[in-house]
């Protein structure tokens, strides 16, 4: 399919001072939900429609 887009950019940078006082040991982005990292489940959406290449944009 002409135009597909196949790159998905995710914007993990930050302190996560949201999820304190959670996020003072674990980075946000790799904190566990049921049974997966957080960023695991946006990595299995976004493959499940195609993407083939992630950029992470981080702080550090």
Same mark, same amino acid.
């Given at each position: 399919?002409?135009?597909?887009?196949?790159?998905?950019?995710?914007?993990? !940078?930050?302190?996560?001072? &949201?999820?304190?006082?959670? @996020?003072?040991? *674990?980075?946000?982005?790799?904190?566990?939900?049921?049974?997966?990292?957080?960023?695991?489940? !946006?990595?299995?959406?976004? &493959?499940?429609?195609?993407? @083939?290449?992630? *950029?992470?944009?981080?702080?550090?």
């Amino acid at each position: 399919m002409p135009g597909r887009i196949t790159k998905a950019v995710f914007p993990i !940078a930050g302190l996560g001072t &949201r999820f304190l006082p959670a @996020t003072k040991s *674990i980075p946000k982005e790799i904190m566990t939900l049921v049974d997966r990292p957080l960023i695991q489940y !946006a990595i299995d959406e976004a &493959r499940a429609e195609g993407i @083939t290449e992630y *950029i992470f944009v981080t702080s550090r």
